[in-house]
């Protein structure tokens, strides 16, 4: 029996009318499963009965295949999975925890989900309320785990008591990401002793708890009987982005690629919903913009679908940072303004060739001297406030600005003329800041309305560009407001100067984080060793880095290749950005593909990165 | 209390899953009487779990989160058809392109579906491009699959049955097409302007339930006719070609297809699939009035290889390959079924294998499921051609030999370091001076010869022998004799195998064996894989080899995802784009005069599964896959350079990658859909 991985709470929380009909239903089924609970996955063990150990060296090896003049630990296992539990000093914790402390026992307990139970310490009924959810999340990917029949008939207790310090659910950048896990076993259960100062700490604290379990060959699951683990991010901005724009990405591949970030311990889904080829997010105040720009009436994103997105990542201590791009990146879904009298709002739109007009086909870009744009684009930035979480910010895009676009609009040269600019570079990069400018103060008077209660202005992300480059940046995009997202080469000395200059990065390193590259162009592919090697910035001002983001654009991708393109070479990015880890992926390789092996149980299409011997006989493939 | 809330909890995890069998069930349970004070008692303990649920709802702002997972979820989800209906946009056809026009119901005209004009727009929308002649009325007309009958005309039983089949497998495609299995939303029906704004576009039922019209056709029945050859089992001379021709008259469309053999009526069907589409106006099929193909294949060999020892692959995913392969008239179905690092076929003779070189007992392969494979093939025209790959990459499942007393088969199996004695881990060479060795192949040769068919190409593997492996056991001075004679040695085994019969082409890979005469030209074939632009191709055609093209620079389709060994260079980056695949002509570029030409069978695709499995196999394959099929089948003449496409083959591939995707295929994206939605707009 699989488990939907949509659909688990659905009986627990249905509405009270047809509860009781569903109840029953539940009931009766429960029966069913736990009589039949057979296990169709086609996950197993390759190992059979042979005995495992675990070597000095961090490898697991089957009996018949020790190697001589190799120490291996007294303990034997019964699988490889199981060996690899407390394997080396991570076991298969991924990303590795980065406190002094972690210690792995190598016994384990055999046991029954069904028998784990929670204690809750939370200050608020709210915090209380998000961690049961949590519980219930990691319960179900413990299950997801089984290799066999989950239950056990004589199973100890596992008792998880997580005490959290503090009544807060916001999620952001200073938010307390640290925990620290006890477990011991004694006769009569097993103690998991976890402490965060939030709940998204407790949260990660599961994912860890749950690294530290495996199926067992027999029935029911195996868990590290004795550990303590302290572990803190060394980011707190580890995304993913998605362009949702390029090609739609259903919703339910949204909610794939949020289960497969919890899973990595990332909490940024930088959300490029929309671009110039398509709108497809609904704009409950301007229904226009969807109308007008999306692909098809089903290939949209509603007011509530965004909602829930935003609900579902955070229970999984995502936050959803939507990115509304301009004023380049911008086109189809603003071709209405004429027929409203609102005048040209995009300029370019669709032009051809489109190579005198824009980078990339479509063109389309904003009109920056048309108020009514402005007024619009306020109302899609109230409407971005509204769906994320009260201290959420906005990305604004700002990327590849193509001058000669505005530059060749009679429209636009004409009003800069009459407002005194010249034509200029100079004079295009002004009118361009001051989109930035006029639309960050759009952003903090709706804050001010919509959120009074929060007292400081918030800053906004906006992409490296012709505007971010050192000699310009200070004129046009002051650092307390704006953060900088660089995607610069690794060469490049961008991040330094800006550091230097006091700016808070986000660093998206082109040649090694772009997961679309590879596919077209001159452009190579970055396999997950490079996407783990790939270093971020150092020295005096490496506080000002807030972390990194994997970006998935999707001109090459939709659906049907999405989540082998994204995962596992994200979850490299993920090590880097929770851990970052002096050693090499040549360490970590065992470990990432066990977690490689998570990603498929919990329904993720990832991607195969060695054959499957070498999976299987480890060392023996370097 | 706390204790009591998780537990059930737990139990509620699989409740939504199986609703309806779970009402059934309980409906079955009421009926037992026995059974009722079981139900009571469950009753009152839900009534119990209720209350208790009830009573530790939290209140306040957390209550949303529970929200968003109990909201089901849209109809975006699920098993909704793989292919969204647009109707923001309506097209009109201006020089033979179709322009996108945003449409709002009631304000202008008829709506046009982007497939519709696709279909009726410039050029005949075939993939791959007929060679001969293909001509299509300007007018078209609609039906519901139900109307579509069979006729055959042939005396030879076998290929009626055959036909039969593919028939049976084309209406199911038709079906599918039709999307009459899938519900739809009322957005996509367009029935409420304003509704479909709205985020709950909720399932209605089927999407033709007591409204679909029968369309503008009585009756649609496809003559099929075979009169020359019997032959439904595959060879190098079947003829594939077809005529395809439909009149309509009076409300009744007659397609006739004609053919030389099976193989060449089934390619007609295939056609003659790509000459239906479905219009989500009228939720009805489509096609022309009239429409005139005649249509022969330039290549005979049109393959594709997939390895199964890497990376295991189910039969359901090797199945929905060569579905794949129907559709773009690939022919050959190459199946690199072992190698070193796994065995997984099963085999009835020599169990001990797949005991000892499965990755586990659910990745394999019985007899019973490469029979299954092969019966699948045969009806979308396509050969399954296996291979155990010998006397190198094999090694895991050959090791046993000892223990029953028939001496060690291979050498060298997962030695170290291994770079020393093989390509890449597990290193693994079959021994060459053991007979039981031999006697194995010859029972493997024989099982699968039983189970593919009669054939006359078969394919004995041969490559990247490591003459230092064997160095160590043996003392011969000659090893590369060793080599050859153990291929030798392989290919007589394979004749007994095959009651006495050599298969007239015996395929081996390029390897430096090919690069001396000692394999006879006369019975050997060549699979080139090396660089296009190596000396071996014109060397191996000047010898006299029969050869197939998988140049590794161009019909790779592993390639591009950098090592997957932590030391090492990535072996043959970049990733070839379909482009890339498409382009190659290797024939034109070396210049072949006409018989060298004709030593040329054909070409093929490989998928070399050490960074693919199951996840992500249908995207590695398509649609790079379906530009072989066109270059091999149609090979079109290209006189653009080395990274310009005509706007033409943009605008087909487009269409046919999504055609993959209505029949289930995960082919991957060409562009974004803004480009498929604009043809020309992107390039």
Redesign the interface.
């Known amino acids: 029996?699989r488990?939907?991985g949509?659909?688990?709470?659905?009986?627990?929380?249905?509405p009270?009318a047809t509860?009781?009909a569903?109840?029953?239903?539940?009931?009766?089924?429960?029966l069913?499963?736990g009589l039949t609970q057979g296990d169709d996955s086609?996950e197993?063990?390759?190992s059979g009965s042979r005995k495992w150990f675990c070597s000095q060296t961090d490898i697991c090896r089957p009996e018949d295949e020790l190697e001589n003049g190799v120490g291996y630990l007294e303990e034997h296992f019964e699988s490889q999975r199981d060996c690899r539990l407390s394997c080396g000093k991570y076991g298969s914790i991924w990303p590795m925890p980065t406190g002094v402390e972690c210690s792995l026992s190598h016994e384990r307990v055999h046991f029954d989900?069904?028998k784990v139970?929670?204690?809750?310490v939370a200050p608020s009924?709210?915090?209380?309320?998000?961690l049961?959810?949590t519980?219930?999340l990691f319960?179900?990917n413990l299950?997801k785990e089984c290799t066999r029949n989950c239950t056990l008939a004589s199973s100890k207790q596992i008792l998880v008591r997580a005490t959290v310090s503090s009544n807060s659910?916001v999620l952001d950048w200073r938010t307390d990401e640290s925990y620290s896990m006890v477990l011991r076993t004694t006769e009569t259960a097993t103690f998991v002793d976890i402490q965060a100062a939030t709940v998204y700490g407790a949260r990660h604290s599961f994912e860890t708890l749950s690294n530290l379990v495996t199926g067992s060959v027999s029935n029911g699951l195996l868990l590290v009987s004795a550990a303590r683990i302290s572990d803190r991010p060394a980011y707190p901005h580890r995304g993913v982005l998605l362009d949702t724009?390029?090609?739609?990405i259903?919703?339910?591949y949204l909610r794939s690629t949020l289960d497969a970030m919890a899973a990595s311990k990332m909490n940024v889904l930088h959300w490029h919903v929309v671009d110039?080829?398509?709108f497809p997010l609904?704009i409950t105040r301007v229904?226009e913009m969807?109308?007008?720009g999306?692909?098809?009436?089903?290939?949209t994103y509603?007011?509530?679908?965004a909602?829930?997105l935003v609900?579902?990542a955070?229970?999984r201590g995502i936050r959803i940072l939507i990115e509304i791009d301009g004023p380049s990146h911008a086109g189809?879904g603003w071709?209405w303004g004429p027929a409203a009298g609102l005048g040209n709002m995009s300029v370019c739109l669709?032009q051809?060739p489109?190579r005198s007009f824009c980078v990339q086909?479509?063109c389309g870009q904003l009109n920056p001297m048309n108020d009514h744009m402005y007024a619009v684009l306020k109302e899609i930035l109230e409407d971005v406030a509204e769906v994320g979480a009260p201290e959420e910010t906005v990305h604004m895009g700002g990327d590849e600005v193509y001058l000669p676009c505005w530059n060749n609009t009679e429209e636009i040269v004409a009003k800069m003329r009459a407002q005194g600019y010249d034509r200029s570079e100079n004079s295009f990069l002004r009118l361009w800041s001051q989109f930035h400018q006029r639309n960050l103060n759009a952003w903090d008077d709706i804050n001010e309305r919509m959120y009074p209660s929060i007292k400081e202005p918030k800053p906004v992300i906006i992409w490296s560009s012709h505007l971010t480059v050192p000699k310009y940046i200070e004129t046009f995009l002051p650092k307390e407001r704006f953060i900088i997202q660089t995607w610069v080469d690794s060469a490049d000395p961008l991040n330094r100067e800006l550091l230097q200059r006091g700016y808070r990065l986000i660093i998206s390193t082109k040649n090694a984080w772009y997961l679309d590259h590879?596919?077209?162009g001159s452009t190579?592919?970055?396999?997950w060793?490079?996407v783990y090697a790939s270093g971020m910035p150092m020295g005096n001002h490496s506080s000002q880095v807030l972390g990194g983001e994997a970006c998935m654009w999707?001109?090459?991708?939709?659906h049907?290749?999405l989540?082998?393109r994204i995962w596992p070479r994200a979850g490299a990015a993920a090590e880097r950005l929770w851990s970052n880890p002096k050693s090499s992926?040549?360490v970590a390789?065992q470990r990432f593909y066990r977690y490689r092996e998570r990603l498929?149980a919990r329904g993720i299409?990832?991607?195969?990165?060695?054959?499957?011997?070498?999976v299987?006989?480890e060392g023996?493939?370097? | 209390m706390?204790?009591m809330d998780?537990?059930?909890?737990?139990?509620?995890?699989?409740?939504?899953?199986?609703?309806r069998q779970?009402?059934r069930?309980?409906f079955k349970?009421s009926l037992a009487v026995s059974l009722r004070r079981a139900l009571l008692v469950?009753?009152s303990?839900?009534?119990f779990?209720?209350t208790v649920?009830?009573w530790n709802q939290?209140?306040?702002?957390?209550?949303?989160?529970?929200?968003?997972?109990?909201?089901?979820?849209?109809?975006?989800?699920?098993t909704?058809f793989p292919i969204?209906?647009?109707?923001?946009?309506t097209y009109k056809c201006e020089n033979d392109r179709c322009m996108r026009v945003?449409y709002h119901a009631g304000k202008s005209a008829k709506r046009v579906s982007f497939i519709t004009c696709s279909m009726t727009c410039g050029y005949v929308n075939i993939w791959p491009a007929p060679t001969i002649k293909s001509l299509v009325s300007a007018q078209t007309t609609s039906f519901s699959v139900e109307i579509v009958q069979l006729e055959m005309d042939t005396p030879h039983r076998e290929v009626r049955k055959q036909l039969q089949l593919a028939f049976d497998s084309f209406l199911k495609d038709l079906r599918q097409i039709q999307r009459l299995d899938y519900a739809t939303?009322p957005?996509?029906m367009g029935e409420s302007e304003s509704s479909?704004?709205?985020?709950?576009?909720d399932m209605v039922g089927a999407a033709t339930s007591g409204q679909r019209r029968s369309g503008g056709l009585e009756s649609l029945l496809v003559k099929i006719s075979v009169q020359k050859s019997g032959d439904v089992d595959f060879s190098l001379d079947n003829d594939e070609s077809y005529q395809l021709s439909t009149i309509t008259e009076s409300h009744r469309l007659l397609v006739e297809i004609k053919a030389n053999s099976f193989f060449g009526a089934r390619h007609g069907l295939s056609t003659l699939q790509q000459l239906i589409w479905f219009d989500d106006e009228d939720h009805l099929l489509h096609t022309y009035v009239n429409s005139k193909v005649k249509d022969a294949p330039k290549f005979r060999y049109r393959g594709l290889m997939l390895d199964t020892s890497?990376?295991?692959f189910s039969v359901e995913a090797i199945k929905r390959t060569i579905m794949g392969m129907g559709l773009a008239k690939l022919n050959r179905f190459h199946w690199h079924l072992t190698d070193a690092?796994?065995f997984p076929y099963i085999s009835r003779n020599y169990p001990e294998l797949a005991e000892h070189g499965a990755?586990?007992?659910?990745?394999t392969y019985t007899e019973q499921d490469v029979r299954e494979v092969v019966d699948f093939a045969r009806i979308h025209g396509v050969q399954v051609i296996p291979e155990i790959d010998a006397p190198a990459h094999a090694g895991?499942g050959w090791d046993w030999g000892p223990k029953r007393g028939m001496g060690e088969l291979a050498v060298c199996i997962?030695q170290?370091p291994?770079s020393f004695y093989c390509g890449?881990?597990?290193c693994g060479q079959l021994n060459p001076k053991n007979n039981h060795t031999y006697l194995i192949l010859q029972r493997l040769y024989e099982e699968l010869l039983q189970a593919t068919g009669p054939t006359d190409l078969f394919h004995l593997g041969g490559d990247e022998v490591n003459l230092d492996c064997w160095a160590q056991y043996f003392n011969d001075t000659d090893l590369r004799g060793l080599w050859c004679d153990f291929m030798l040695q392989a290919m007589a085994r394979l004749k007994m195998a095959n009651n006495g019969v050599s298969p007239k082409y015996l395929a081996v890979w390029s390897s430096a064996l090919t690069n001396t005469k000692c394999l006879p030209n006369s019975q050997f074939t060549v699979q080139v894989w090396g660089g296009s632009t190596w000396q071996e191709n014109y060397d191996l055609l000047d010898n006299g080899y029969n050869v197939i093209f998988s140049h590794v620079d161009a019909w790779y389709l592993d390639c591009?995802?950098?090592?997957?060994?932590?030391?090492g260079e990535?072996a043959c980056?970049?990733?070839r784009?379909w482009q890339n695949v498409y382009k190659h002509r290797p024939w034109e570029r070396m210049r072949l005069d006409k018989k060298r030409r004709k030593q040329v069978l054909g070409g093929e695709a490989c998928l070399w599964?050490?960074?693919?499995?199951e996840?992500?196999l249908?995207?590695r394959l398509w649609p790079r896959a379906g530009a072989l099929g066109e270059r091999l089948w149609s090979d079109p003449s290209d006189d653009h350079d080395l990274d310009i496409m005509a706007p033409e083959v943009f605008r087909r591939i487009s269409l046919f990658r999504t055609r993959l995707?209505e029949l289930g295929i995960?082919?991957?994206?060409?562009?974004?859909?803004?480009?498929a939605?604009?043809p020309g707009?992107?390039i």
């Open positions: 029996m488990f939907s949509h659909n688990r709470y659905h009986c627990s929380t249905a009270t509860a009781t569903t109840l029953v239903v539940c009931i009766c089924l429960a069913a499963v086609a197993v063990i390759a989900p069904w139970r929670f204690h809750v009924e709210a915090t209380t309320q998000f049961r959810e519980n219930r319960v179900s299950l659910l724009s390029r090609n739609f259903p919703l339910r110039t080829h398509s609904e229904p969807q109308r007008y999306a692909y098809s009436a089903s290939q509603s007011r509530t679908d909602v829930n609900k579902y955070r229970l189809n071709q669709n051809s489109w086909p479509p590879g596919f077209w190579s592919y970055y396999n060793r490079t999707s001109e090459f991708v939709d049907n290749s989540e082998s992926a040549l390789q498929l299409h990832a991607d195969a990165v060695i054959p499957r011997w070498c299987l006989h023996r493939c370097l | 706390m204790m998780s537990f059930w909890r737990f139990w509620s995890f699989s409740g939504p899953l199986r609703t779970g009402l069930y309980l349970m469950l009753l303990g839900a009534i779990i209720l649920l009830y939290g209140g306040g702002k957390t209550q949303a989160y529970s929200e968003a997972l109990e909201r089901p979820h849209s109809h975006k989800d699920g909704a969204p209906v647009e109707k923001f946009w945003s939303s957005a996509e479909s704004w709205s985020s709950n576009n890497r990376h295991f690092q796994s990755y586990s007992e659910s990745e895991n997962n170290q291994w890449e881990p597990p591009g995802f950098g090592s997957w060994r932590s030391t990535a980056s970049p990733y784009t599964t050490e960074q693919v499995d996840n992500q249908d995207n995707v995960k082919a991957e994206a060409l562009f974004p859909k803004y480009c939605q604009n707009e992107c």
